[in-house]
């Protein structure tokens, strides 16, 4: 069974408009961390924000902004005001006892 | 930057070929993973080091082989390799193995062609 799914294969936007990267995941512990790493063309994938369970506020850092609902199991990604540097895979990840990445959501800024 | 430094960055190898991919790192941290990634596909864990000894083997085919002979240092051995292992190599570290919270960093990776 799929543990994090991320329904968007890919999403293209205009520069400057918001992306919304959306991810469902699925565990029965009730201590787990969850993830987000992007992976831009040069291939190694970047850290950008973990959350634990037990910790459902969201977070904003720049442009990125997180929102954790325990309620739907959703950890969904938006990124505001998109720049073409934005451009790459962005990976949403649980680690219950062993990380599991979902399949990858591909996001293409235009100029 | 990345603190974690693979090479070669690319690779191509005949199926008889034996080959060695490398990879280091200075944080000082004390677990080191290999990833293999297929085109548009997430990551796969291959092995996990955790204190320079091997604690997590993903089933991996004989024909890979993982060395880390110290605390900076990992290798993968290719021997023998199939067409089908033609994937981008990736080497992540982190502080420390078997914390749910950690997070990993990783290198640019090893792009590898089988002929």
């Known amino acids: 069974a799929q543990k994090v799914t991320q329904a968007q294969t890919e999403i293209s936007v205009v520069e400057k408009e918001d992306v919304t990267l959306d991810c469902v995941y699925e565990?029965?512990?009730?201590?787990?961390?969850l993830f987000w790493y992007k992976q831009p063309p040069s291939g190694e994938l970047v850290f950008l924000i973990r959350r634990n369970s037990f910790d459902e506020q969201n977070e904003i850092s720049g442009r990125y902004s997180w929102n954790f609902q325990k309620s739907t199991s959703s950890f969904n990604f938006t990124i505001t005001a998109s720049q073409v540097v934005d451009s790459a895979v962005y990976f949403c990840?649980?680690?219950?006892?062993?990380?599991?990445f979902g399949a990858g959501t591909t996001v293409t800024v235009r100029a | 930057d990345t603190e974690v430094t693979q090479t070669p960055k690319h690779l191509v190898m005949g199926m008889t070929n034996k080959k060695s991919l490398k990879c280091e790192q200075h944080m000082g941290h004390r677990a080191m993973y290999w990833y293999k990634q297929k085109a548009k596909k997430p990551p796969e864990l291959m092995f996990v080091y955790s204190y320079e000894k091997l604690s997590i083997n993903e089933s991996v085919p004989s024909r890979f082989s993982p060395e880390c002979p110290n605390s900076s240092l990992l290798n993968l051995h290719l021997h023998a390799l199939q067409p089908e292992d033609s994937a981008l190599y990736l080497c992540?570290?982190?502080?420390?193995?078997?914390?749910?919270?950690?997070?990993?960093?990783f290198g640019s990776g090893t792009q590898l062609s089988v002929l």
């Open positions: 992540a570290s982190s502080q420390d193995r078997g914390q749910r919270d950690e997070k990993l960093f």
């Open positions: 990840a649980l680690n219950d006892y062993k990380l599991s």
């Open positions: 565990t029965r512990d009730t201590t787990y961390y």
